[in-house]
């Protein structure tokens, strides 16, 4: 289901803005990840703006400078192993493994000839590029856990990346609650491992707390995103509407988002 816009988007994506061409680059790299995915048989769907882009747009949300997809959390090391090592060399794999100071709790896939800048960039990183986000969801017993343990795990790993950081000794109290900060996520997982619900969300360390079911995620269909099929949750519906809400309807233009504040292009022959 599509709704047909009632205003002219195009100020945000028209053909040829600067915005339009970030989009369709990754889209170019989301093409990659999916046949990677589905070479290896790894479940990925398309999550948070993106598929609701796909579900209200056909595509990418005409104002959004971003594109994110989950897996479970059994999936997503071999994910990122796999990603480290058949992405084409225009493109790179990021996370905490390959640069030190990545402060982030989940992936990255980057594209090599470009140049993004939003609010929340961190200069910090190595690889700057227009980028796709992966991330990993779980069970959870109770989201107030998670917001509990993520408070010490998260808080806890950012510092020791030195994000945000205004002194030594948040560096040196992030170092000494770390051990204890890695066994609450254990505990988590334990008890989690023992409760008999349903409930996912995202992973430790990643700050969002939108709860789903997994029967409303597999087995994932295929939805079209841009013109091409790509992986979704198989109930879209009830999904989004634990994230958005009333996710058919479209915000006002004071709402509507637009995190970036320099995008740039090394080589758009790619």
Not at 117 to 139: A, C, L, N, T, V
Not at 150 to 166: E, N, T
Request: charged share 30%; aromatic share 16%.
């Amino acid at each position: 289901m599509i709704v047909k816009p009632m205003e002219d988007f195009s100020k945000y994506n028209g053909e040829g803005t600067t915005l339009r061409k970030a989009q369709l680059r990754m889209l170019d790299i989301l093409i990659e990840v999916d046949k990677i995915c589905k070479k290896h048989n790894i479940q990925y769907w398309l999550d948070f703006g993106t598929l609701l882009g796909a579900i209200r747009h056909g595509g990418f949300i005409p104002w959004d400078d971003d594109l994110d997809i989950a897996v479970y959390r059994k999936d997503y090391k071999r994910l990122c192993n796999i990603l480290k090592a058949e992405l084409p060399e225009h493109f790179v794999f990021q996370d905490e493994t390959t640069e030190k100071k990545y402060c982030l709790k989940f992936a990255k896939v980057r594209d090599k000839n470009s140049y993004f800048e939003d609010s929340d960039s961190m200069p910090q990183f190595k690889e700057q590029g227009i980028f796709i986000d992966i991330f990993s969801i779980e069970k959870f017993g109770n989201i107030r856990i998670k917001r509990f343990i993520d408070f010490f795990y998260g808080r806890s790993f950012r510092r020791i990346k030195h994000f945000k950081v205004k002194s030594k000794t948040e560096i040196l109290i992030a170092f000494m609650m770390w051990p204890f900060a890695c066994l609450l996520v254990v505990f988590g997982r334990c008890v989690s491992f023992f409760i008999s619900n349903d409930i996912y969300s995202y992973s430790y360390g990643i700050p969002f707390y939108s709860k789903c079911i997994k029967r409303d995620i597999s087995p994932c269909q295929s939805i079209n995103f841009e013109g091409i099929p790509f992986s979704a949750p198989t109930n879209y519906d009830s999904y989004l509407r634990f994230h958005y809400g009333d996710y058919m309807k479209i915000p006002p233009e004071e709402k509507r988002a637009i995190h970036s504040k320099r995008i740039e292009f090394k080589n758009t022959e790619l």
